[in-house]
Each structure stands twice: as C-alpha cells, then as structure tokens.
C-alpha cells in the first residue's frame, strides 16, 4: 500500500493556496474601465504603441476577404458594443481616430477582462485533458490485452481519479459561461448572434442549453466508464477466475467506442467553438493526441517517482522502455497531426480558414511554434535512442518538457480567441497551473492510497511482471 | 592458425542457448553459430557486440535531409523563384510547409535504403554469392555450433559438448 507522504501533501496543499491567491489577484488586477486600461496602457509606454501598430494590421486582415461578411475576429466580435461600432465603422470607411481609439481601448478592456478566466479555463482543462488520456490510455491496455503493462494499471486508475472533480471543474466553468459571467464563448453572447450571420447559421448546435447537456453526456458518460472499471479492478483483486476481467476487456471496448465519438465533439464544443467561425475537420484528433501524449508521460513521471521511493517493486526498466517509446510515438503522431491541419490550411490559403493561423502567427509566434520545439524536436532526438529510454531522469526531463508544451497546445488553442493579442503567461496563468496542479497531484496520490498498488486476478499480471523488451 | 572446428549440432534452440553459456563458462571459443530462424537472446548469450544498423540509418537520415533541403532550396529559391501560385518564394523558410513532405520522404528514403545496402555489404549479402552453408540441414530444423578446437584436446572437448546436448558431432580438419 501507498502512504501519502505528508511532504507532497503539503506541497500540493502550498501549491493550491499560492495558486488560488495569484487567481484572486488576477481577477482583482483586471481593468473594470475603460479609464483603467488607459491608465494602465499609459504606464506602459512601447507596450501602448506596440498595440496601436497591431491594431492597424488588424484591420487590414479583416479587410482582406472583403464584404461585411466579418470573417473571423473573434476579439472584435466579443464585446457586442465594439462590433457594433465595427460594422458602421466599415461602412463609414475609416471613422475619426477619436472613437477609434475609444472602441479599441474597449476591445483591449474586453480582452483583459477574459485573461484571468481564460487562464482558469486552460489549466483546469489541461489538467483534465491529462486523467482523460490515460483513461483512454488505460481501456487501450485492456482492450489490446496488453501483457506489459497491468503492473502499471493502479498508477493508471490514480491518475483517472482526477476525472471526477477535474471534469466538475471543468463543467461549472461552462455553466459559468453559460451564465454570462465571462466571455469566453463568444456565440454565448446573444448580441453578438444578432449582428453575426455565421453563427446565427450555427445556433442549432451552438445554443446555451444543448451544449451544456452535450457537455453532461460526456463527463457523465466517461466518469460512469471510469468508476465501473476501476471497482471491477478493485474486485479482480480477489478474483478466482476471468469474468471480471471478460467484463472490464468489453467495457473496455465500449468506452473506446463511445470516447472517440465524444472526445471529437468535446473538443468541437469546448475549444473549437472560442472560434466560431472557424473549422478544422482533424481537430477533434489534434486534441486526441495532445490529451494522450500528456496522460502517457504523465503515467511514466509517476510510475518513475513511485519507482524512485520503491513503492513499485516489479516495474522494471522495460516498463519505461516502453512508457518512453509511446511518449516518443504519439509526439510524432501530435505534430503530423498539427503539420497536417497547419500545411493544408497554410497551403489554400482560403480567408475565413487561415485568419485563425494568422492571429496565431502574428501574435503568438512564439508559443506556437516554440510548441514545435518542446513537442517534437525534444522528445524526437531524446528519445529517438534505445538507452536514453531506460534512463529514468532522461525520460522525467523529456516528460516535463513534453508537458509544458501540451500545456503551451491548450493556451494557443484558446488564448487568441478569448484575450487575443493581449496575452502573457503572467501571475493568472501560472497560479491557475500551480492550483489545478496542486488539486492534481493531492488528488492522484491520494487515490494510490486507496489501493494496492499491484493488481492482482488479472491474467497478464504474470507475464508483466517479467516483462522484458 | 586453428584449422580444426568442431561442428556440433542440436537439435532445439533451448539446448543450442544453453550450450552456448557452459561453452563460454569453460571458456571455448565459439566460431560461428548457424540456425534456421532468429533464436531470441543467442547474441546476448554468445556475448556479441550490439549492432550500429541504427546509427547509420540516423546519421543517413540526416544526409537525407539535407539533400532535400539543399535541393529545393536551389531549385525553388534560388535558382529561378517563380510565382506558382501565390507562393513565397522569397526564402526558404517562407515556403518551408511545401517541402516537408518531400523533406519527409526522403529523410525516411534514404534512411531505408542506405541502411539496407549498409546491411547488405557488413554481412557480405548479394545476389550469386556462394552459400556459406555447412549443413543443409541447419536451413531446417537443426542447430550447428562451430566451436575453435585450436588448442584444447580433442577428445575433451568432444566429450564436454556431448554433455552439453549435442546430438551429433564432426571434426572439420
């Protein structure tokens, strides 16, 4: 049995105290005024400027595609009073600098006032993505019957306990959207619908309600999944023959079925839809990829810092081995998918798809193609050779590296489209991350209390404890 | 030179591996090994030095890569950059997404195939070559082990391989 240490508890504790402290003042350092954004923008004189020239460019991009047809600005279209502004401004060519300085001090009000929420939103689902992956990561184990890796399922299991309270989270920060109490979903924002005809043309699945009960379908079914095969695990310990495991392979199967269904239509609904006007066919496996490669390479810096108190007594070298190569595969598997969507959008060029790389590029150069770096040079050339795979503080490092680039995938998913061009991973964005994180880890490692941490009963449990690559 | 070998042959790939540890233990010098599939763990055993196949199809990779880089970039940026469809064609790393597919498939061609050609010429592979079989029937079910005779008495060694399980055994002059 595992004994939470009380050292990481009151790390994990420290961790969620400090985060939820920076979250509060984050949401009391947003701007309420117009005033406070020029008070603030004025104490920062380039940064000012900085944006002035943006915004210049800015209009310039909504003009390309030509027509009223507003392709594609989501941080115009948020704030309903500033898209109104937008559309007599179009048509009274450019209106005098006066008001639209005003209308832009608003956008960039607007923006601020997302940034606390918007770091809120992209930790708590990072957090969630990760229990998800190795759920699914999990039922692949059972349903492929795997012999590797049953001495690795209780980590496994630990990690979904998360799924419960993360996705809890996750689903009242959608209520609270839904509420108006942030404006992280546009199309939520009925003003917005009014003056947009693209989403007015959406709104059968794009409505308040709908996307709540979709949003309840999923946790609901993937939390069900979750908690029936975790008590037949529990229950096999004491098995004397097979059907507990007969029942938990099918059910297996049939979360695997009913996740790849709903794990591509959450990421329509939950990350897709910031951008309403935009639409990416691969995107639900974009996200799949993203989710799985940060549960399997958080199943292996676990599994190593279990190892490391030997808590793990029969997960050997090869169980690395083989946690690393898959940590190693699906990050190749990630960028494929991200060229694939990236070139093929780059490569037509069509104006209402390719604004959404543009604002990316524009301003989030950095990040996103820094992503490319910690998401697939890193773990490509580290991990590309058999012996660094054994090494277990090389395959910590490469995770951890890995991690801060799928956590880097969910800002530039959702950042442009709530704070825009105002983003930075400043005092909000860490402490959401240091508080998800806390409430991650105590709630992980306090599941790995509640259960030997070798299965027993399952028929692959012999063959995995002398697994050998 | 040692111009004697023993040829002493088995007939299961259990008792081939476990000949082969108490001949290392005794310290006899095992010549060459033939057997008609890969027998797992026979290299480990028999204490041979790991391959570098995969390091040469690294680095050959990397030529690869090079190569497409290098071409398309004097092809399409520098030598003649035309306007094909709207591409920019003014650096290379402004068209860069066009080319990774190519950039792609030759890195994993010339990876491929330039391993296999190394493979085929480190273990002396091509079409006409005389069979270096010494027993037809090592292509089928049996296992020979070619063990040096150099120094040691004949019959002692016999007889130690006798014990070790080989079913039948011929001094090769």
């Known amino acids: ?12 504790i420290i961790c969620m105290i400090v985060g939820a402290i920076g979250l509060i003042y984050g949401f009391i350092a947003a701007p309420e005024t117009v005033e406070d954004v020029k008070e603030m923008m004025a104490s920062h004189g380039e940064h000012g400027e900085e944006h002035a020239t943006e915004d210049t460019h800015e209009v310039n991009v909504e003009q390309l595609p030509g027509g009223d047809t507003e392709v594609e600005n989501i941080e115009h279209t948020e704030d309903n009073e500033s898209h109104a502004a937008e559309a007599e401004h179009a048509e009274a060519g450019h209106g005098e600098e006066a008001s639209h300085d005003n209308e832009h001090y608003e956008h960039i009000l607007h923006q601020l006032q997302n940034k606390p929420w918007a770091a809120i939103y992209v930790a708590a689902f990072f957090f969630f993505m990760i229990s998800l992956g190795v759920l699914a990561f999990y039922a692949v184990q059972y349903a492929a019957q795997a012999g590797w890796s049953p001495v690795l399922f209780r980590v496994m299991e630990a990690i979904t306990a998360y799924l419960l309270p993360g996705g809890l989270i996750v689903f009242v920060l959608l209520v609270l959207s839904g509420l108006h109490l942030n404006h992280l979903f546009v199309w939520m924002d009925p003003e917005v619908v009014a003056h ?28 069900f999944f979750r ?66 490669v940060s549960g399997i390479t958080t199943i292996a810096i676990i599994t190593i810092y279990l190892k490391s108190r030997s808590y793990l007594e029969f997960v ?21 998918l991200w060229f694939s969507q990236f070139m093929l959008i780059w490569y037509s060029n069509i104006p209402e798809e390719v604004v959404y790389f543009i604002q990316r590029i524009e301003d989030y150069q950095l990040p996103f193609f820094g992503m490319l770096i910690t998401n697939f040079l890193f773990p490509v050339l580290l991990l590309m050779n058999s012996d660094y795979k054994r090494v277990n503080w090389f395959v910590v490092m490469t995770g951890i590296v890995i991690l801060c680039g799928h956590y880097l995938n969910v800002y530039v998913m959702v950042m442009p489209a709530t704070v825009g061009e105002s983003w930075f991973i400043g005092i909000p964005e860490i402490s959401a991350m240091l508080l998800f994180g806390g409430l991650f880890t105590f709630i992980v490692f306090n599941s790995l209390t509640k259960a030997p941490l070798l299965v ?3 028929p692959f449990i012999k063959e995995s404890k002398h697994y050998h690559y | 030179m040692a111009s004697k070998v023993l040829h002493a042959i088995y007939r299961d790939d259990d008792l081939l591996l476990q000949a082969v540890k108490q001949i290392r233990e005794a310290r006899y010098h095992i010549g060459e090994i033939y057997c008609p599939f890969p027998v797992h763990g026979l290299d480990k055993a028999m204490g041979l030095a790991p391959t570098r196949l995969a390091i040469t199809s690294f680095m050959y990779g990397l030529v690869g890569l090079a190569v497409a880089v290098a071409m398309m970039n004097f092809i399409m940026i520098e030598d003649w950059p035309q306007d094909i469809g709207g591409k920019p064609s003014f650096s290379f790393i402004e068209n860069m997404p066009a080319f990774v597919p190519i950039m792609f498939e030759l890195t994993v061609f010339f990876a491929a195939h ?33 063990v040096d005779a150099a120094n040691h008495n004949i019959d002692d060694l016999t007889d130690f391989l006798y014990k070790t399980g080989a079913s039948e055994i011929k001094l090769i002059e």
């Open chain 1, 456 to 458: 027993k009963g399952n």
């Open chain 1, 227 to 292: 908690h029936l095969l975790r008590k037949n695990s529990i229950k096999m310990d004491d098995a004397t023959d097979n059907t507990i495991f007969k029942k938990n392979f099918k059910l297996a199967a049939g979360f695997l079925v009913f996740f790849i269904v709903t794990e591509s239509m959450m990421s329509w609904d939950w990350i897709m839809s910031l951008d309403p006007h935009w639409f990416s066919t691969l995107f639900g496996w974009f996200v799949f990829a993203s989710l799985f």
């Open chain 1, 316 to 336: 050997n070298d090869s169980h690395i081995h083989d946690l690393a190569k898959f940590m190693f595969g699906i990050s190749i598997f990630w960028t494929y």
């Open chain 1, 196 to 223: 947009d005809e693209i989403i007015q043309n959406k709104t059968a699945y794009l409505n308040v309600p709908f996307f709540l009960i979709r949003a309840a379908i999923y946790l609901g079914g993937w939390i």
């Open chain 2, 114 to 146: 330039l391993m296999v050609i190394t493979f085929y010429m480190r273990s002396r592979l091509w079409p006409f070559k005389k069979a270096e079989n010494p027993d037809v029937r090592t292509t089928d079910d049996m296992f020979l082990m070619e």
């Open chain 1, 1 to 12: 049995m595992y004994t939470l240490s009380s050292k990481l508890k009151l790390t994990a």
